[in-house]
């Protein structure tokens, strides 16, 4: 932003309000046309007034925009909201979910350093530990979730890092983000938490202890399923050293999909109750269905772990992943026999989608990864959207009576 130009009330003063205000305002800065909504960037590179000017600002002398990979308005203004919401010094914006993994590995670990990352996790973060860190020098360890104990003996001299999610993809699984960051830090080790599936409308980690948060903004963030995204968030000196990773390697997040996410920003609060209040009630009547072997979802009374999520969460998310009786051709006949709900796997859309984990997002894993992570053939996954609960439950009937 030009330096000579003060917004004045055209901009909001945002001191003290609430979440819902942030998720709505922050990050917000007009210009001199006076726009009302947020206005979108398209642009590669910036001009100077001068080559002097242009060589301050490159030498980080002077504040400004110097090249969309790294400094972008649109992109700025979704990366201050994010902080605001997520309690966060400072936030980072990436190209995907996994860009932002990748961005956080890379800007706080170097070769010889050592990695927890839990049992429970994506099987795409377990493909880039597994196939691409681990040949650069990245020891990777990857204790169970829950287990506290597990997660202290595995500690190494060389430790750097903790990675988890939680809740966990697709089984629901949770750690105590406290204690874990208690113990991380006895090591001085960062902890990292995935916040995707609760977004900070449920959950806040860094308030809890953690040290970075991240999301695939692609999901609950955007909310409409139209945009890839990442974001890391967390203290200025860890966020200072993913912006350089991003300067240099150009994971970007595009203007486009930054101002999309800020609109999808502005509804969060709102979706996320409304898609826990839905998978809460689709998961309390899955599990009085004969088909049905177990149901995975914290917000289930006979969840093991129901009262931790509840210290820590103020709702209980979209996802619930259920065990059908039989085996992989048991759980493709149901997923087949729905009508409504879109066989893809995506999540965090309006519309509910229903996947077999262990042929699509679990995949790539080997048969032994899948068995650590929980992946058993018979699971399928559903992320609950807006739609109207009764209908979601008479389209996963059809499931149930082709099993």
Not at 21 to 37: D, F, K, N
Not at 107 to 121: F, K, M, N
Request: net charge negative; glycine share 8%; charged share 20%.
């Amino acid at each position: 932003m030009s330096l000579e130009w003060e917004a004045g009330r055209l901009d909001s003063d945002l001191e003290g309000v609430g979440f819902d205000t942030l998720a709505v305002r922050a990050g917000q800065h007009r210009t001199p046309e006076g726009e009302h909504g947020e206005a979108m960037f398209l642009t590669s590179s910036y001009v100077f007034r001068s080559a002097a000017d242009a060589a301050a600002r490159f030498a980080g002398e002077q504040p400004g925009n110097v090249y969309s990979r790294y400094t972008n308005p649109t992109v700025r203004a979704f990366e201050e909201r994010i902080a605001a919401l997520e309690g966060a010094e400072q936030a980072v914006a990436t190209a995907s979910g996994m860009a932002a993994i990748l961005a956080i590995v890379m800007s706080q670990c170097s070769a010889g350093d050592h990695v927890l990352v839990s049992r429970s996790v994506f099987g795409s973060t377990i493909s880039l530990f597994e196939k691409y860190l681990k040949r650069f020098g990245i020891e990777v360890d990857y204790p169970p979730l829950a287990d506290l104990a597990a997660w202290e003996a595995a500690f190494k001299p060389n430790t750097k890092l903790l990675f988890v999610e939680s809740p966990s993809n697709p089984l629901a699984e949770l750690v105590d983000i406290a204690a874990l960051a208690e113990i991380a830090h006895a090591h001085k080790a960062l902890l990292v938490v995935d916040n995707c599936f609760c977004t900070p409308a449920l959950q806040q980690p860094l308030k809890l202890g953690a040290d970075i948060i991240m999301h695939s903004a692609t999901k609950y963030i955007d909310g409409q399923g139209r945009g890839l995204g990442g974001v890391v968030a967390g203290r200025k000196t860890e966020m200072e050293a993913v912006v350089g990773f991003l300067r240099t390697a150009g994971p970007t997040l595009s203007p486009f999909n930054a101002w999309m996410f800020l609109k999808g920003l502005e509804t969060l609060r709102v979706r996320m109750q409304a898609h826990s209040a839905s998978a809460l009630a689709l998961a309390q009547w899955l599990e009085t269905q004969p088909g049905i072997d177990k149901v995975y979802y914290a917000g289930l009374a006979s969840h093991p772990q129901h009262e931790l999520a509840k210290r820590q969460q103020s709702a209980f998310g979209a996802v619930v992943s259920f065990e059908v009786k039989g085996g992989k051709e048991a759980a493709w006949r149901f997923i087949d026999a729905t009508k409504v709900i879109s066989i893809t796997t995506n999540l965090g859309d309006t519309k509910t989608t229903i996947a077999h984990p262990a042929t699509t997002s679990h995949g790539r894993l080997s048969p032994q990864e899948r068995a650590n992570a929980g992946i058993r053939d018979n699971l399928i996954r559903v992320a609950v959207g807006l739609e109207d609960v009764a209908d979601l439950k008479a389209d996963l009937a059809r499931g149930l009576a082709a099993l």
